[in-house]
């Protein structure tokens, strides 16, 4: 990646559907204020701007979906004044940050001089020093970034933490430096510098991980709908297991959010090394809210955004770290303009949300982003009909959908655009045999783990209900046994794809890029 690359709209991306998605720390209720004269704010700040109608986020949302930014921007920062705070400044700096990224200082200083210093508490401090740190950067400035940058506290949420990680990445990438001697604080007013974290559980700051890693408790489910889903992860845990020698044994603890806290306490009583799972997220949600994390935790799930703990390694088959490969993937070879279909629900939101930002952020253009009904063909053809009507440009379709819907919308495409090339993630193929089924897909280029391409290479593939989830349980006791020499610059080869671990404890996968030929997948050449 070339410098000019770093610079296209760095955090665009990470902001697209902020505020009607997941990411959105606003109310529902924001969504159609309009602005009132406040007089907190200089009216001189309100500069006129070409949008049509009355200002509010749902408007700037419109906006910014149609690659108006600078107008969205100031729609964003005229809705903001009529909001009591602290929702005026989170606005105002939601306006700022568009502006940061497009590198236009001027306006976005003249957003950040109306935001009163005694009224940016909490997370919107960071977001006011994430702000400041995006604009150096996408003005050439990534030493000046480096330093303005927050930490990664654990009391940010999840979004934010992710933008500030890619902040620092780029910023090095563009030779940004931060000698040791040099205090983070430089330049930053005393108000905006950061205070140490005050709600650490004494426990688990003094949480370390073992020398050696010989004894392992599974956190699973055996019964219910999860039921069969956690006998498949343990099963994956014992054959990985068996490869390290009798010095690795494994216990399953029969584990809901009810029972958690008592499972995990008599693991630790039993002298587990490491905890693996849970692997529902409520359970784990309740685990993290117990604050009695002694010994160390491997997650199979991803926490509720904000929680952490300093015992906690997070890891799961997760949909944004395939959408984030395949942005990645397709920038790198030219492929810059993006149609973008997903269906209309909060996974869909999730992976095109995490796939907007990963292409926008490496100099790629979503054209248009479509959520499509989970309906008949007949709806999905209108829908993708109305799409390629707007995508005027596209070099490439991102897809986001479940087998059935792909067996359905790639004929679609097929027929209506045959010149454009679809990408999605794993969840296009089912993990079972089905070659006449299947046979709609053909061409797709996807994310997929290489265990799945390695059964089917031996045929075996079919001797398993859920082998990604098996493998996720073998690369589980990889992971547990290799954490205390891990570190960022370590990958480990595993079976649900290239493992590494992130500053925030975060295990990241990068997966094999795979392709449908005949009805059966088949590593892209």
Known sequence: MTIQDLRYSLSVGLMSGMFM??????????????TTSNSTYSSENRATSSFRGRPSVELGNQLFKQGRKPEAAEVYYQAALGLPSPQRERVILQAAEVSASLGDEKTTQRYLKNIPR????????????YTLALLALQNDQATQALRLLPSLSSNLSAGLRSKIALVRQRALEMGGSLPAQQST?????????????????????QTILPRAVERLAALLPDAGALGPVGKEIYQGMQDQGSQFGTVTTSTQYATTAATVLSQYQQAVSDGADIILGPLDKEALDVLLASNTLTVPVLSLNYTTEGQSSPALYQFGLSPEDEARQVASFTTSRGLRQALVLVPDSQWGNRLAEAFTAAYQAAGGQVVSSVAYPNSTSKDYLTTLQAALANSSGAQIVFLGASPTQARLMKPLLQAQAPELPVYATSHVFSGRLEKTKDADLEGIIYTEIPFVLQ?????????????????????????AKSLPALTQNQRLQGHTGEISLSANRLIQRRLVMATFKDGLPTILE
Do not use: F
């Open 21 to 34: 998605l997941q990411g959105c720390s606003l109310s529902s209720n924001l969504l159609n204020t309009s």
């Open 118 to 129: 005694q009224a940016l508490g909490g997370e919107n401090q960071a977001r006011y020093r």
């Open 185 to 205: 604080t430089q330049g930053i007013p005393p108000e905006l510098q950061p205070q140490p974290e005050t709600n650490q559980h004494p426990v688990q700051a």
């Open 455 to 479: 059964s089917l290479q031996q045929g075996r593939l079919d001797t398993l209900k859920y082998p990604r989830l098996y493998a996720l349980g073998m690369d589980a006791v990889t992971i």
